[in-house]
């Protein structure tokens, strides 16, 4: 029996938002907040935060602004799945465009469950308003004070998604995307 690819992408996809949510589990089940776990020396840490808005620990507009950033993560997430399916429809695309999608919308997946259901099953906020949990943090470059100045966010498996996702569309898949932007024959555009 062979698999389609639309299939092997959705099993892709559930499988990286399974990955991503149960490391959040372990982590928010076996360490406690601000603790740190010493991976690979001083520069790969497991460190539990709980990020309430965007990137970087960003705040927008107080309630209002998680409302309005949940659901554009949740409307962001629908356009992404509807696009790749759009996209492996039509055939067009190849195989290595639509992982690079699918691992944006996992990513993108990941981090909408905590938000919209974290607050719920953990007990500290309603529907929406859930926070991220976020446990990577390589801080790679301190200066003479110790301090870190290179790479100082804590991010997790969706986040990681989300880049490799883009810089792999961006690094190795970018001529699919400036050829969508060209006109398909050169008389139609004259």
């Known amino acids: 029996m062979k698999v389609s690819r639309g299939a092997r992408l959705i099993v892709l996809g559930v499988l990286l938002v399974v990955i991503d949510q149960v490391i959040k589990y372990l982590v928010k089940t076996n360490m406690e907040l601000g603790q740190q776990i010493y991976v690979l020396g001083d520069w790969f840490r497991i460190c539990f935060v709980e990020n309430i808005g965007m990137a970087f620990g960003m705040k927008f507009g107080g309630a209002v602004g998680k409302f309005l950033l949940s659901l554009f993560r949740i409307i962001l997430c629908g356009a992404l799945i509807w696009w790749i399916s759009s996209l492996n429809k039509k055939g067009k695309a190849p195989t290595g465009v639509l992982v690079g999608l699918t691992l944006i919308t996992a990513g993108a997946f ?51 998604c989300v880049t490799v996702g883009a810089f792999y569309l961006i690094l190795f898949q970018w001529k699919f995307f400036a050829s969508e932007d060209k006109p398909k024959d050169d008389k139609k555009a004259a």
């Open 110 to 160: 990941g981090n909408i469950i905590d938000c919209l259901f974290y607050g719920m099953i953990w007990d500290y906020a309603p529907f929406m308003f859930g926070k991220v949990v976020d446990m990577f943090y390589f801080p790679l470059i301190h200066n003479s004070a110790g301090e870190v100045i290179f790479f100082s966010p804590v991010f997790n498996f969706a986040d990681s």
